[in-house]
């Protein structure tokens, strides 16, 4: 999965659950090609996979940090938020399900309690270029753009992810209308 090939990672993780469907380190084998469902963009496997691997392991805090993602790609925020904070709770180390509780929150417009999160983030991993992005565009949608312009440069800078750069590179040419 993790060499860009999601298909090659479906077909694996199919043929290791069905050695043994409900078997004690299968809802490892769930989440994975519930992952690459999801690089797949297939929101509706991905949802099913991570929630057998939930129903398999409920206190797995990666599936509902991931799962939560899907919601967000879903734009069914309020399940997002349901699920990073219950990922959360089973292990608050997590800057990702802070950041995308923060991006869920945001996008409802609750954007004290999306600052709090993305700041929480921040102290757990200060060099996540996709937090900077996301309160970006927090600033962004709250009308404050020098704030705005001030996170998606600071991405830029970071060069850490290539998503995450390009995202902010277009941001900037849109707000700042700079050379594109």
Do not use: W
């Not at 298909?7 to 004690?24: H, Q, R, T």
């Not at 992952?35 to 057998?52: C, I, M, S, V």
């Not at 009308?143 to 995202?167: L, N, W, Y």
């Amino acid at each position: 999965l993790d060499k860009g090939q999601p298909d090659k990672a479906i077909v694996d993780f199919s043929k290791a659950i069905n050695l043994e469907p409900n078997g004690p380190t299968t809802y490892g084998d769930y989440y994975n090609r519930g992952r690459a469902h999801f690089a797949n963009g297939d929101l509706e496997k991905a949802l099913e996979d991570y929630d057998h691997a939930i129903k398999l392991k409920p206190d797995f805090s990666d599936a509902y940090g991931n799962r939560c993602n899907v919601y967000l790609s879903k734009r069914e925020f309020d399940r997002g938020v349901a699920d990073c904070s219950r990922s959360i709770a089973l292990d608050p180390m997590k800057a990702g399900a802070y950041n995308n509780r923060g991006a869920a929150l945001a996008s409802q417009g609750l954007f004290s309690r999306a600052m709090s999160d993305f700041q929480r983030a921040l102290k757990l991993d200060p060099q996540n270029p996709l937090v900077h992005l996301n309160i970006g565009l927090a600033y962004k949608d709250q009308k404050k753009i020098d704030k705005a312009i001030a996170q998606f440069r600071k991405v830029i800078q970071m060069g850490r992810d290539e998503e995450a750069v390009t995202s902010a590179k277009l941001e900037l040419c849109a707000l700042a209308r700079e050379q594109c």
